[in-house]
């Protein structure tokens, strides 16, 4: 691309697209932890940021990797409204962390939540509400899809979310975005693991990447005291 490229290539770099466009589902009732009737376990003790994966269990390399109190809720935009939390974080009224790792082109946020706001069917019925979504960015627009689909080989059982769409100016979609989101309950949480990747297509590491950390984070949850 030359320097006298488009408006969205000199505005948008990829770490802003990333920082702008993440992310993990959650939202409105809160389902309790309690232990259950069996004797099993209900939600684990303490810190939620306690439970989450370090750094070691994110790929190799120079990825950046923070841990945060909430995830982020600085990007864009997005309509309908309910279609939200296949973009960006919605809000809950239980404690969660995040664990955030950025590196070029790919971004994750592993979260835990010490709740259930919505349940496996409400993510599908508005997965089925956000056919056609539109974001806007600072004046930059941009539109999408969201479809589930199942998740095989997570130890749990999970949902996956996909939002397919890009970002562009005067209706052109310049940046490539897909944001998987993937989401299981163990003993009463909310874990998700939300893959963002940007400018560039979607591979089959990228979905290796999201059930490995998923599968990892549910372990840590379920060991937890």
């Given at each position: 691309?030359?320097?006298?490229?488009?408006?969205?290539?000199?505005?948008?770099?990829?770490?802003?697209?990333?920082?702008?466009?993440?992310?993990?589902?959650?939202?409105?009732?809160?389902?309790?932890?309690?232990?259950?009737?069996?004797?099993?376990?209900?939600?684990?003790?303490?810190?939620?940021?306690?439970?989450?994966?370090?750094?070691?269990?994110?790929?190799?390399?120079?990825?950046?990797?923070?841990?945060?109190?909430?995830?982020?809720?600085?990007?864009?935009?997005?309509?309908?409204?309910?279609?939200?939390?296949?973009?960006?974080?919605?809000?809950?009224?239980f404690d969660q962390a995040a664990a955030q790792y950025e590196d070029g082109s790919l971004r994750v946020d592993v979260v835990v939540g010490k709740g259930i706001a919505d349940s496996f069917q409400t993510i599908q019925e508005k997965a089925g509400r956000c056919g056609s979504?539109?974001?806007?960015?600072?004046?930059?627009?941009?539109?999408?899809?969201?479809?589930?689909?199942?998740?095989?080989?997570?130890?749990?059982?999970?949902?996956?979310?996909?939002?397919?769409?890009?970002?562009?100016?005067?209706?052109?979609?310049?940046?490539?975005?897909?944001?998987?989101?993937?989401?299981?309950?163990?003993?009463?949480?909310?874990?998700?693991?939300?893959?963002?990747?940007?400018?560039?297509?979607?591979?089959?590491?990228?979905?290796?990447?999201?059930?490995?950390?998923?599968?990892?984070?549910?372990?840590?949850?379920?060991?937890?005291?």
């Amino acid at each position: 691309m030359t320097d006298g490229g488009s408006p969205v290539a000199r505005t948008l770099s990829i770490s802003a697209i990333s920082a702008a466009l993440i992310l993990v589902s959650a939202c409105t009732s809160v389902v309790s932890g309690e232990p259950k009737s069996d004797g099993s376990p209900g939600l684990p003790k303490g810190d939620p940021a306690k439970l989450l994966l370090p750094r070691q269990d994110f790929p190799e390399g120079s990825g950046t990797y923070e841990v945060l109190e909430r995830p982020g809720d600085d990007g864009p935009t997005v309509s309908p409204s309910e279609c939200n939390m296949f973009v960006n974080h919605d809000t809950v009224t239980f404690d969660q962390a995040a664990a955030q790792y950025e590196d070029g082109s790919l971004r994750v946020d592993v979260v835990v939540g010490k709740g259930i706001a919505d349940s496996f069917q409400t993510i599908q019925e508005k997965a089925g509400r956000c056919g056609s979504v539109t974001l806007d960015l600072d004046g930059i627009g941009g539109t999408g899809s969201v479809k589930t689909e199942k998740v095989s080989g997570a130890s749990v059982d999970a949902i996956a979310a996909v939002f397919t769409g890009g970002l562009g100016m005067d209706g052109e979609q310049t940046v490539e975005i897909t944001v998987k989101t993937l989401t299981a309950h163990p003993r009463g949480t909310t874990v998700t693991v939300k893959v963002l990747h940007a400018m560039e297509p979607w591979t089959s590491d990228n979905d290796k990447l999201a059930l490995t950390l998923l599968n990892k984070q549910i372990d840590k949850v379920q060991q937890a005291p």
